[in-house]
């Protein structure tokens, strides 16, 4: 008789609908949230502190097994191209979808509660003073080590890419070193794969928190903008990726149904960082090249934020629809510039797409005050448009594969491989 057991993704799955039916009972319980917040921030620290050694690691293979400088810079050109391209479509989803369904049109302000954002505004300041030169400067590290403490993904890649090739430009003399960083690699693939045995706690106590704390009341004066914002994504996803992946010969379905415990994990945390080591695996295993899936995915975590960038789209509309604010076609040409740039600038940055939408509205002339009706169900939308950011980095690994002529799907007999990790 063949043993009965449930797959990560199930488990996964039954952790967030346990966490949201604990979370509704215990809602506003502060004791609850104090008892389960230690067992999600477990699971998240877990997975951050294998973040950097995997992608330093990994990088510096791939770029190392390239080992050509022109072949490299084509990669980092092509890569950006396409996030650049597909966040303009993001953000005029966004506003044509907002436009549309008019979220903000005719809502009670009186009825809806406002959150502290004094936060966000300190740092939206701090990072208005930075031009786009030094946000370029930025990228280069003055101490590596430095970068990696603090998480500085770009800074991180930047120095990855150089280190691999100079380990590639000495020849046999970087062997030793190549096989160190090979062996950390692998050894950081393993230890991902038994943390990830504790994600279905860890989502759990995520999911439990977020409920009990905000609640789905909370989702009643400001239901208009939700449905708008996932309904949106949803018709992103669906269609605009969609569409993409049938351009370059793949089925967008069979993407979501590789990379569904993904999903479920990064809805549930808001954290793209927790499925960053497994969707770089998987995108491998689908067909990209492990020198494009390793530069591709980590890079576009800052410069290809689809959800994001679509998100804060809709909100600016709702915010200016809200307030009786009309904004004319050049003006919504310019929010979707600014926003084009701002979203690349502060990529990395706390809270980053509240941060974003306050740089933007000083620039367009929104009242930066609008922003307190949204925060409370900020997380609510922040689980979605995380979902979407990991759909967008995957696709986007397989297309630059595609692009460059190196996609490899798995033949019949790889496919079992393929059907493990599902």
Known sequence: MKKFRLSLANQIFIGLILGVIVGGIFYGSETAQSILQPFGDLFLRLIKMIVVPIVLSSIIVAIAGVGDLKSVGKLGGKSLTYFIGMTLVA???????ANIFQPGTGLNMESLQQSEISGYVETSEDQEGKSIADTLLHIVPT???QAMVEGDMLAIIFFAVVF???IAAIGDKGKPVLRFFEGTANAMFYVTNLFMKYAPIGVFALIGVTISKYGFT?????????LTVYGTMIFFVIVVLGLMAKIVGINIFKLLKLIKEELILAFSTSSSETVLPRIMDKMEQAGSPKHIATFVIPTGYSFNLDGSVLY??????????MFGIELSIWQ?????LVLMVTSKGMAGVPGVSFVVLLATFSTIGLPAEGLAFIAGID???????TAVNVVGNSL???????????????????????DQAI
Request: charged content about 15%; hydrophobic content about 55%.
């Open 91 to 97: 953000i005029a989803v966004g506003l044509i979808s």
């Open 143 to 145: 101490n590596p080590v």
């Open 164 to 166: 691999g090739l100079g």
């Open 218 to 226: 909370s989702l009643i004066p400001l239901g208009k903008l939700a």
């Open 312 to 321: 804060q789209a809709i909100a600016s509309l709702f915010i200016a629809q």
């Open 332 to 336: 919504q040409i310019t929010l979707m």
């Open 379 to 385: 997380r609510i939308l922040d689980m979605g448009r």
């Open 396 to 418: 986007a690994a397989l297309v630059i594969a595609k692009w460059e002529g190196q996609f490899n799907p798995p033949v019949e007999e790889q496919k079992e491989v393929v």
